[in-house]
């Protein structure tokens, strides 16, 4: 019976280990099988021209940070000033990737809180985002002159972020001034 006991506490302790580390927020957890590779072949149509699209081989030429984001996001509305703030210093183009949303509600969130993007495509059905392997908004990629996908963020942005790992990764892309 005291074995039983020791044994079941033993297995709880486990268990409540897990699910504790399990609340950690681990960056590592979701790794992106892109990075060192060509950014998927990616064609979307304007947020603000849906007749018109959006071919991601035009991009090449000059890095640009692909921030995926939707109006339904409550955590892309915490980023979003620091998406601003960056787009603003000019060091990188910011393509905003608008993720199954409805654009009338994307355009009053702009409207709302800003626009700070390059070009913004748009993914109703989030069809082009399974070819990226995005789990969710906000996710940042970081993609070189070249094409190549250089870094990836899950989660929001911030300043840390942004100071620690962003402009590293793009220095070494060779967009940063």
Same mark, same amino acid.
């Given at each position: 019976?005291?074995?039983?006991?020791?044994?079941?506490?033993?297995?709880?302790?486990?268990?409540?280990?897990?699910?504790?580390?399990?609340?950690?927020?681990?960056?590592?957890?979701?790794?992106?099988?892109?990075?060192?590779?060509?950014?998927?072949?990616?064609?979307?149509?304007?947020?603000?021209?849906?007749?018109?699209?959006?071919?991601?081989?035009?991009?090449?030429?000059?890095?640009?940070?692909?921030?995926?984001?939707?109006?339904?996001?409550?955590?892309?509305?915490? @980023?979003?000033?620091?998406?601003? #703030? &960056? *787009?603003?210093? /000019?060091?990188? =183009?910011?393509?905003?990737?608008?993720?199954?949303?409805?654009?009338?509600?994307?355009?009053?969130?702009?409207?709302?809180?800003?626009?700070?993007?390059?070009?913004?495509?748009?993914?109703?059905?989030?069809?082009?985002?399974?070819?990226?392997?995005?789990?969710?908004?906000?996710?940042?990629?970081?993609?070189?002159?070249?094409?190549?996908?250089?870094?990836?963020?899950?989660?929001?942005?911030?300043?840390?972020?942004? @100071?620690?790992?962003?402009?590293? #990764? &793009? *220095?070494?892309? /060779?967009?940063? =001034?």
């Amino acid at each position: 019976m005291v074995i039983g006991m020791l044994c079941l506490l033993a297995v709880f302790a486990l268990l409540l280990v897990s699910v504790q580390r399990s609340d950690r927020p681990d960056r590592q957890a979701l790794p992106s099988t892109l990075i060192g590779r060509p950014a998927p072949a990616t064609v979307l149509p304007l947020l603000h021209q849906p007749d018109r699209t959006l071919d991601f081989a035009t991009l090449r030429g000059r890095p640009y940070l692909l921030n995926v984001w939707g109006s339904w996001c409550p955590e892309c509305q915490v @980023e979003h000033p620091v998406v601003s #703030a &960056l *787009a603003r210093t /000019g060091k990188v =183009r910011v393509i905003g990737y608008d993720l199954k949303d409805e654009p009338a509600d994307a355009l009053r969130w702009l409207d709302q809180f800003g626009d700070p993007y390059d070009t913004i495509v748009s993914d109703v059905e989030g069809r082009a985002s399974l070819d990226w392997g995005i789990y969710g908004a906000p996710e940042t990629f970081l993609i070189d002159a070249a094409g190549i996908v250089r870094w990836k963020h899950v989660g929001p942005l911030d300043q840390a972020v942004i @100071e620690a790992e962003l402009l590293p #990764a &793009l *220095a070494k892309a /060779g967009g940063a =001034r």
